[in-house]
C-alpha cells in the first residue's frame, strides 16, 4: 500500500515542468546575481521577449523609472519572512514599450541563491484606480470652486439686498396713496426680508457643511410653508393657482431649515409653472408619520411626466423635461440632495397629464 502510494508521488514529479509552462500565472526563477534563470511561456507572451532574451540581460533592464531602484533594493536586502516580499507592485516595459504592473509574491532559497517568483498582471485594475483618483481629484477640485462661488456670492448678495430693505424703511407708506401698490411694495418688502433669511441661512450651512455637519432642528411644517409661500406669492396670484395643505397629523419635523425651505420653494413653484393649459393649478401638501417614520407628501394636476422615460433622469443635474422659460433643469436636484443629505428617501409617482406625486420620507423617527 505504502509502495503504491510513493509510487505516486515519484510519477507525479514529472508533471511540475509541464505545470510551469502551462499556468496563466506569470512564474519565474531569478538570481541573486540579478538575472532571471527560468521564465514560464506566460512571462513570454506578456512581455513580448523570448525566453533567451528574458535571460540574457539583468531583470532592472526590464523594469520601469523610479522601480528600478525600488526593486534592486528589495532584493539586495532579500531575507526569508520579509513582508516585503508579498504583494510586492512593480512597473515593466514589454518589448513593444507598453508599461504594465505586475504583482508579485517572492520565495527566497538563500542557500541556493535563488528566488521563486509568482505574479500576476494587475495593469488594468491599477489603470482603473487612476482613473478614479483623477475623477476624485477632479471632483474635489469642482466642489471647491463651487463652494468658494456660493460663498461669494452669497455673502456679495446680501450688500443689495440690505440696501433695498433700508430704502423701504425710507419710505411712508402713509404718503402712497394707491392702495394697490402700497400692497405690492409690503410684498416686496416682505419677499425681500425672506430673501436676506435665505441668504444668511444659506451661510451658516455652508460653514457647517465644511466640518461635515448640517444643522438639524424642530421645524413647524406650517410656519415653513407660509414663508415660502410668501416669497412666491406673486407667482401664485398670477397664475391662479389654488395650494391645499395639512398638517395635522405631523405638525413638526426635525430637519435643516434652509433645506426644507428650498425643498417647498421648489416643489411648490414647480407645480404652478408646469401645469397644463387652461387648468387653474391645483397643489395639494400633507405630511404624516407611518411606522415610526414622518412623511411629506407633494401633489399636483399639471403635466406630470412619463416616468418610463425619464424616471432614471428625474433627479439628475441640468434635466429637463418640460419647455418652460424659467426652466433650468436644478429644482428636482436640489431636492434629491437636499433630502438624502439628511438620510430621507424621495419617490415620485406620475403620469403624462395626470399630475406627479412626490413623496419624502424622512429619516428615522420624525419629531
Same mark, same amino acid.
Given at each position: 500500500?505504502?509502495?503504491?502510494s ?7 514529479? =514529472? ?6 509552462k ?6 519565474c ?13 506566460s ?7 523570448? $525566453? ?14 523610479e522601480?528600478?531602484?525600488?526593486t534592486?533594493k ?10 516585503s516580499?508579498? #504583494? ?8 513593444n514599450?507598453?508599461?504594465? !504592473?505586475?504583482s !508579485? ?11 521563486y517568483?509568482?505574479a500576476? #498582471? ?16 477632479k ?23 440690505? #440696501?433695498?430693505?433700508a ?6 407708506p ?5 392702495k394697490e401698490?402700497?400692497?405690492l411694495?409690503?410684498?416686496?418688502d416682505q419677499?425681500?426680508?425672506?430673501? +436676506?433669511?435665505?441668504l $444668511? ?8 457643511? /465644511? ?14 410653508f407660509?414663508r ?5 406669492r406673486s407667482?401664485? $396670484?398670477n ?8 398638517f ?10 434652509t433645506?426644507? $425651505? ?10 404652478? +409653472?408646469?401645469?397644463r ?7 395639494e401638501?400633507?405630511? =404624516?408619520?407611518?411606522e ?7 401633489? /399636483? ?6 416616468l418610463?422615460?425619464?424616471?432614471k ?6 434635466? +429637463? ?27 415620485? +409617482?406620475?403620469?403624462p397629464?395626470?399630475?406627479?406625486k412626490?413623496?419624502i420620507s ?5 419629531v
Open positions: 500500500m505504502l509502495g503504491n510513493a509510487k505516486i508521488l515519484d510519477d507525479s514529479a =514529472y508533471d511540475l515542468d509541464l505545470f510551469f502551462m499556468s496563466p500565472d506569470l512564474l526563477i531569478a538570481g541573486y546575481d540579478g538575472y532571471y534563470k527560468q521564465v514560464n511561456p512571462f513570454q507572451k506578456l512581455m513580448g521577449y523570448t $525566453e533567451e532574451e528574458l535571460l540574457c540581460r539583468p531583470i532592472d533592464t526590464f523594469l520601469y523609472g522601480d528600478i531602484d525600488i534592486t528589495i532584493v539586495t536586502n532579500i531575507n526569508v519572512g520579509d513582508n516580499l508579498r #504583494n510586492h507592485e512593480n512597473r515593466y516595459l514589454t518589448k514599450g507598453e508599461k504594465i !504592473w505586475l !508579485w509574491n517572492f520565495f527566497p532559497l538563500p542557500e541556493k541563491g535563488l528566488i517568483g509568482i500576476k #498582471n494587475v495593469t488594468y485594475r491599477k489603470e482603473m484606480e487612476s482613473h478614479k483618483n483623477d475623477l476624485i481629484r471632483l474635489t477640485e469642482t466642489n471647491d470652486k463651487l463652494r468658494q462661488l456660493t460663498f461669494a456670492a452669497s455673502h456679495d448678495l446680501r450688500a443689495p439686498v440690505n #440696501n433695498i430693505l430704502i423701504f424703511k425710507l419710505m411712508d402713509a404718503r402712497i396713496e394707491d401698490t402700497a400692497e411694495i409690503e410684498l416686496l419677499s425681500t426680508v425672506g430673501l +436676506k433669511s435665505m $444668511e441661512n444659506l451661510l451658516d450651512n455652508l460653514k457647517q457643511d /465644511d466640518v461635515m455637519q448640517v444643522k438639524v432642528e424642530k421645524l413647524r411644517l406650517k410656519e415653513v407660509n415660502s409661500i410668501t416669497s412666491i407667482m401664485v $396670484e397664475s391662479g393657482a389654488v395650494i391645499l395643505s395639512d395635522s397629523q405631523l405638525p413638526e419635523i426635525h430637519f435643516n431649515r433645506y426644507l $425651505e428650498s425643498i417647498f420653494l421648489n416643489l411648490i413653484s414647480n407645480s404652478v +409653472k408646469y401645469s393649459p387652461n387648468t387653474k393649478p391645483l397643489v401638501i400633507r405630511s =404624516y408619520e407611518k415610526g417614520r414622518g412623511y411629506l407628501e407633494f401633489s /399636483d394636476n399639471g403635466l406630470g411626466f412619463n418610463n422615460m425619464v424616471e433622469e428625474i433627479f439628475g443635474f441640468d434635466q +429637463k423635461f418640460h419647455h418652460h422659460k424659467d426652466s433650468h433643469g436644478i429644482g428636482l436636484y436640489l431636492v434629491h440632495k437636499q433630502v438624502t443629505a439628511l438620510g430621507g428617501k424621495i419617490e415620485i +409617482k406620475s403620469k397629464n395626470k399630475g406627479a412626490f413623496i424622512l429619516k428615522g423617527k420624525s
